[in-house]
């Protein structure tokens, strides 16, 4: 990848935008049989597809796309993650589609494409919710398929190197800090140093101009002080290793700004007092040369113990690998040494990247690779999938997000040998949630190194941890103060309010048991089944949830299961008119109706006052009135009888009037049934006034009765008080059949 761009001498929008040869020529160098059409014809899509669209330079908008295809060529990616890198923006800005993209490109490019795109297109309430929300989708499109977070990268990458073409400072500031806070450490999580480093430097720049400045000019100082020294250390280092017999690259690198200013902060010393500003990479070809290599050096020049670090034997969860060791070296001088092999190199600075290599024909992620070499680096991102599964709002999973991506780490074993990385400061309840959250939910206390240890003690690099389950499983008051990891906490949170939840749906079930039991009736959880669709609850637990929040009253309840029960009490049918075909023109009224033609309710739909209803004259027997969904009408449809259809409607007489409504239920063949069902029937208001056994079987029997009610609503609230019983297996209105007359 190239270096990087001094933000204060800036790209000019006038550079030219690289062709297509430069790209083509750049996958063919580590890739020479990479697809040389499918590369074109991708650039020739973008170029077109942004034809007339600019950036805030004023280049044209292709060459981003063009620029960062060839920030991810450097990192020798296959050809489908290349073509992203031209097509990224394509869906979101142009007029082409994915469906565009997948017919000239294919699925592979279609399916990254998309997985870059939706994280751009969300229209969220807040800038910070904006980040919590796309970290989200970023964590579950690069979980995936991680080439996804590899193009957004590079795309942020090249973003933050023409970040000071934008010219709103507020805009430039929150980009930066976003890069801050989710792409570095993202980038860093999965290995890819080089471009971690240049994001971080880049933001930092963008952030605290003058901090950048001041470091900037104090390490320019340093190195025209310094270059005789360091050409001295180096020029040791090489003869040395050469008089040993061993061969090996030897360079300095120098400590990045960033990394400077996060010291100076960190431990609050002054720039003259960090000592790694300058190091020196040794490489060689083989791993056991790393460990010759530290046996020279340490033989030749003093080493600082606390300085030593062996990153082979134990690799860093990213896959980093490498020995790390400081000397007094020439001239008294305190050196910084890294020693590895090339290929720890390349793994140390690309991460998963390096990793993209020919396997059985092809080119493209090399999983074996990735595990010989320590691990696949990508399951680094787990934990966040992790917290992202125990729920939580958008704001809750960056803030845990977070504390997983920024902390320095120390290693812990289990009693088996297993490594497992955790950040700085972290507890062996940390431990615990690291290994199974099931265990961290169980944890009752740890033993460290073999001696019983609280769950608060912070852990050091090389502890053995053993883990003390117990039965309980309800977090403690507190539990959530021992824990520093995010996936931890996010598990903590969650399983508090699971028992939270649990204990609102044990009050509101006894809230649900105390009202009926005030009304003289037994609650069964049979009798919710009507009532969750009237209060538009989904289940009888988010019923009992939401009374016991207070979300749903007891009354609400009690009228949803027995609608109308309370307020018809004490009303009796009997005491009123009964409405019959020799009054229907007290009760029915409508235009077209001819004087001394009589009004008969159809028996077919029993129709009621509440229905809407409908007439058909039947010359010489007069009109008949019938519900408006009658099945019976369908007979009257054709063009000669729909001249005969009356529109009718209900007179305000019948509020002090009754109806028949018949009811078809099916019940259990047990002693008592028809007692309980006339009670219900009574209780809710209305009168049997006729019963019909249609079936009867050894368990069941189907019956009609007809019932006394108001109107329309009265039937069917004494159904739904019908259907809390549990002796009653079905109920609904009947519509009689020409059959079942007599």
């Known amino acids: 990848m190239s270096a990087l761009a001094t933000p204060s001498a800036p790209n000019s929008p006038a550079d030219a935008i690289p062709s297509a040869d430069d790209l083509v020529a750049r996958v063919k160098s580590y890739h020479p049989k990479a697809d040389e059409d499918l590369l074109r014809r991708a650039y020739d899509f973008t170029r077109d597809a942004h034809e007339g669209q600019t950036r805030h330079s004023g280049a044209p908008y292709y060459g981003h796309t063009v620029e960062v295809a060839l920030l991810l060529a450097d990192l020798r990616l296959d050809v489908a993650t290349i073509c992203t890198g031209l097509l990224h923006d394509t869906v979101e800005d142009t007029d082409a589609t994915l469906n565009d993209i997948e017919r000239e490109f294919g699925a592979d490019v279609a399916q990254l494409v998309d997985g870059v795109t939706k994280l751009g297109q969300m229209n969220l309430r807040s800038k910070r919710t904006k980040q919590a929300e796309n970290l989200q989708k970023l964590v579950v499109a690069i979980t995936r398929d991680v080439r996804v977070l590899l193009v957004k990268l590079c795309d942020r990458l090249h973003n933050m190197r023409t970040l000071h073409f934008v010219p709103k400072q507020d805009k430039r500031e929150r980009i930066a800090r976003e890069t801050l806070e989710i792409y570095a450490p993202l980038a860093r999580r999965i290995g890819v140093n080089r471009v971690c480093v240049e994001l971080e430097d880049l933001a930092f720049f963008n952030l605290n101009p003058p901090a950048y400045q001041s470091i900037t000019k104090r390490l320019s100082d340093l190195r025209h002080l310094r270059s005789n020294e360091v050409a001295e250390v180096s020029a040791s280092l090489s003869q040395e290793l050469v008089d040993s017999g061993l061969e090996a690259r030897v360079f300095g690198r120098e400590k990045r700004p960033y990394s400077i200013w ?136 960056l803030e845990h997000a977070k504390l997983e991506m920024f902390a320095n780490e120390v290693y812990a074993f289990t009693p088996k040998g297993d490594l497992i990385a955790l950040p700085g400061g972290a507890t062996p309840l940390d431990f615990a949630y690291a290994l199974h959250t099931e265990l961290g939910h169980t944890a009752i206390g740890a033993k460290i190194n073999g001696r019983d240890r609280p769950l608060r003690t912070r852990l050091s690099n090389g502890d053995v941890v053993q883990i003390i389950k117990g039965g309980e499983r309800h977090p403690p008051a507190g539990w959530e103060d021992l824990v520093i990891t995010g996936r931890a906490r996010a598990a903590i949170r969650k399983l508090i309010r699971s028992s939270e939840t649990e204990e609102f749906e044990r009050i509101g079930k006894v809230i649900a048991e105390h009202a009926f039991l005030r009304e003289g009736k037994v609650f069964r959880e049979n009798m919710l089944e009507d009532a969750l669709k009237r209060l538009d609850v989904e289940d009888a637990d988010a019923l009992y949830q939401a009374l016991g929040r207070g979300q749903i009253g007891s009354g609400e309840l009690f009228e949803a299961v027995f609608p109308g029960m309370k307020e018809m009490r004490g009303k009796r049918p009997q005491d009123r008119e009964r409405i019959e075909d020799e009054q229907g023109r007290l009760y029915v009224h409508g235009r077209g109706l001819t ?51 009356i529109d009718l409607k209900w007179t305000p007489e019948t509020d002090n009037a009754v109806s028949v409504g018949r009811i078809h239920a099916t019940v259990r063949n047990e002693p008592g049934v028809l007692a309980e069902m006339a009670g219900i029937v009574g209780e809710a208001g209305g009168n049997i006034s006729d019963v019909k056994t249609l079936e009867r079987t050894t368990d069941f029997f189907t019956m009609y009765f007809d019932v006394e009610v108001f109107d329309a609503k009265h039937l069917l609230n004494i159904i739904a008080a019908l259907k809390t019983s549990d002796r009653v297996v079905a109920a609904e209105r009947a519509r009689a059949s020409g059959e079942d007359e007599d």
């Open 262 to 397: 996060r010291k100076l902060e960190k431990k609050g010393v002054g720039f003259e007092d960090i000592a790694d500003i300058y190091a020196f990479r040794v490489l060689v070809e083989d791993p056991t040369d790393c460990y010759r290599v530290l046996g020279v050096i340490h033989q030749r020049w003093r080493c600082v113990p606390e300085r030593f670090r062996d990153y082979i034997s134990v690799p860093k969860p990213n896959n980093y690998r490498s020995l790390h060791t400081t000397i007094i070296g020439p001239s008294n001088l305190r050196v910084e040494l890294q020693i590895r092999t090339e290929e720890m190199e390349r793994i140390a600075e690309d991460g998963v990247a390096a990793h993209w290599r020919y396997k059985s024909g092809s080119y493209a992620f090399d999983a074996k690779s990735a595990a010989d070499a320590g691990g696949d680096p990508v399951e680094r991102l787990r934990p966040l999938m992790e917290i992202l599964n125990q729920g939580g709002d958008p704001d809750e999973f």
């Open 595 to 645: 004087p001394g033609i009589g009004l008969h309710f159809a028996s077919c739909c029993s129709p009621m006052p509440g229905d809407r209803i409908v007439g058909v004259l039947d010359p010489g027997k007069g009109v008949q009135v019938h519900v408006i969904d009658c099945e019976v009408l369908a007979t009257h449809e054709d063009e000669e009888s729909l001249e005969n259809w």
